[in-house]
């Protein structure tokens, strides 16, 4: 370890890490960013393939209207592109007929308006349901989609939290989003592989011990995902077992993608969309040739995406060219091939894709990003409306730095 003694500590280089480490730069104290894998991004993936630039993580710049990436992006060259998402479209009614889908997105309707009117007592989204509704299914592989969860694990109250937020604006980067998170760390010190294992204070400062030595830090800003809190793969002081009991009710829902690469890439029109079987929780949502590219990316969320992850990657292809060529026939889908795919829930060091609130436990996240005055959490799971976006996690990390800087600040001129 080049710096075993810093003023502060950054624990993980994902989006909140950048963007508190993005905060602190030329703030005049030694930073230093730890991050167990090999990479900048977290759940920001850009994984290139034949030339191919595919995000297996975030891929849209969501409420892109105040979404803070959008700028950085800008600023830094990146190309944003601000056409609409296919989403909600289904190729030629392909094995969902007008009348169904006016059908299905009623049911979705019905459902968020009885959220709003008359939430279930008991915060549980599932609750909402009519009984033996017809497209209940349909309104569960939504949630699996938006939130990686199904509605019994769903709270009412955090969703609608996020709900209320977001806009419909969804931008995306046809350099990838992981591109941009990775390429935005600023000039600090980082030691990657370098898992953070145990936080202990020591006197006025912390002590972080890795596989790799000692860090000492006047504060931290730990990053990490909630599932690392809650499992004690990150042990920190009892005086935060709050903080750890709360990332327990924010678990991280599941969504995976997989890209299938077309060998004839103008079988379908670019930039459309299928959903695979309507009538089903665990389908999943395809979108042929985003940026006209030669692929298939496929989207699994909630139950559906924990059941194929354990299967693997090309038991999942298998059920993407199923679905695939229920809709548009066994010769296209035989020609499918398998390029890349994420398993978020297997994944070292994640246990998810992003953060959702379980019934009654929505009043988590407000202790979970509690103010301290040493060590300081940050992550997407920390925002009261953004969870689940990587302007979400880019924000509290921001808002983490300048609660350390308020507080070295003080210590400072106590000296």
């Given at each position: 370890m080049r710096m075993n003694r810093v003023d502060i500590a950054i624990v993980g280089a994902g989006a909140a890490g950048v963007g508190a480490a993005r905060r602190l730069q030329n703030c005049g104290l030694d930073v230093l960013v730890l991050e167990a894998s090999g990479r900048v991004g977290g759940r920001a993936w850009t994984h290139s393939v034949e030339g191919m630039p595919l995000d297996l993580g975030c891929g849209w710049l969501h409420s892109a209207e105040r979404n803070p990436w959008v700028a950085i992006a800008e600023?830094?060259?990146?190309?944003?592109?601000?056409?609409?998402?296919?989403?909600?479209?289904?190729?030629?009614?392909?094995?969902?007929?007008?009348?169904?889908?006016?059908?299905?997105?009623?049911?979705?309707?019905?459902?968020?308006?009885?959220?709003?009117?008359?939430?279930?007592?008991?915060?549980?989204?599932?609750?909402?349901?009519?009984?033996?509704?017809?497209?209940?299914?349909?309104?569960?592989?939504?949630?699996?989609?938006?939130?990686?969860?199904?509605?019994s694990d769903l709270s009412v109250a955090d969703y609608l939290a996020y709900d209320d937020a977001a806009s419909d604006a969804n931008w995306r980067l046809p350099a990838g989003y992981g591109t941009l998170v990775a390429s935005q760390l600023p000039p600090v010190p980082i030691a990657l592989g370098t898992?953070?294992?145990?936080?202990?204070?020591?006197?006025?400062?912390?002590?972080?011990?890795?596989?790799?030595?000692?860090?000492?830090?006047?504060?931290?800003?730990?990053?990490?995902?909630?599932?690392?809190?809650?499992?004690?793969?990150?042990?920190?002081?009892?005086?935060?077992?709050?903080?750890?009991?709360?990332?327990?009710?924010?678990?991280?829902?599941?969504?995976?993608?997989?890209?299938?690469?077309?060998?004839?890439?103008?079988?379908?029109?670019?930039?459309?969309?299928?959903l695979g079987n309507p009538r089903s929780a665990e389908t999943g949502s395809y979108y042929l040739r985003p940026f006209g590219r030669p692929v298939i990316e496929c989207f699994f969320g909630g139950s559906g995406a924990a059941a194929l992850e354990a299967e693997g990657p090309d038991a999942t292809a298998a059920f993407a060219r199923e679905e695939l060529g229920a809709l548009l026939g066994a010769r296209f889908a035989r020609a499918l091939r398998l390029v890349a795919a994420s398993?978020?829930?297997?994944?070292?060091?994640?246990?998810?894709?992003?953060?959702?609130?379980?019934?009654?436990?929505?009043?988590?996240?407000?202790?979970?990003?509690?103010?301290?005055?040493?060590?300081?959490?940050?992550?997407?799971?920390?925002?009261?409306?953004?969870?689940?976006?990587?302007?979400?996690?880019?924000?509290?990390?921001?808002?983490?730095?300048?609660?350390?800087?308020?507080?070295?600040g003080r210590a400072s001129s106590r000296r």
């Open positions: 600023a830094a060259g990146f190309t944003v592109d601000r056409s609409t998402a296919a989403w909600g479209q289904q190729l030629r009614d392909l094995g969902f007929p007008p009348a169904e889908q006016e059908a299905a997105n009623r049911a979705f309707a019905a459902w968020d308006a009885r959220l709003r009117s008359a939430p279930p007592a008991n915060d549980r989204a599932a609750d909402a349901l009519p009984p033996d509704g017809p497209w209940n299914a349909y309104v569960e592989a939504l949630s699996g989609y938006i939130n990686g969860a199904g509605l898992a953070v294992r145990r936080i202990r204070e020591d006197g006025s400062g912390l002590v972080l011990e890795t596989p790799r030595g000692e860090v000492r830090a006047r504060a931290a800003i730990v990053t990490v995902p909630t599932p690392v809190l809650a499992r004690g793969d990150l042990r920190l002081p009892e005086r935060y077992d709050d903080r750890c009991h709360a990332a327990a009710q924010l678990p991280l829902g599941l969504a995976n993608k997989l890209f299938l690469r077309l060998e004839d890439a103008e079988a379908v029109p670019p930039e459309s969309h299928l398993a978020w829930g297997q994944a070292d060091g994640f246990g998810g894709s992003y953060s959702h609130a379980l019934p009654g436990h929505a009043e988590a996240r407000a202790v979970l990003a509690a103010p301290d005055d040493r060590l300081f959490l940050a992550g997407e799971a920390c925002s009261r409306v953004d969870f689940s976006t990587a302007h979400g996690a880019l924000t509290t990390g921001k808002v983490a730095a300048e609660a350390v800087l308020a507080v070295l």
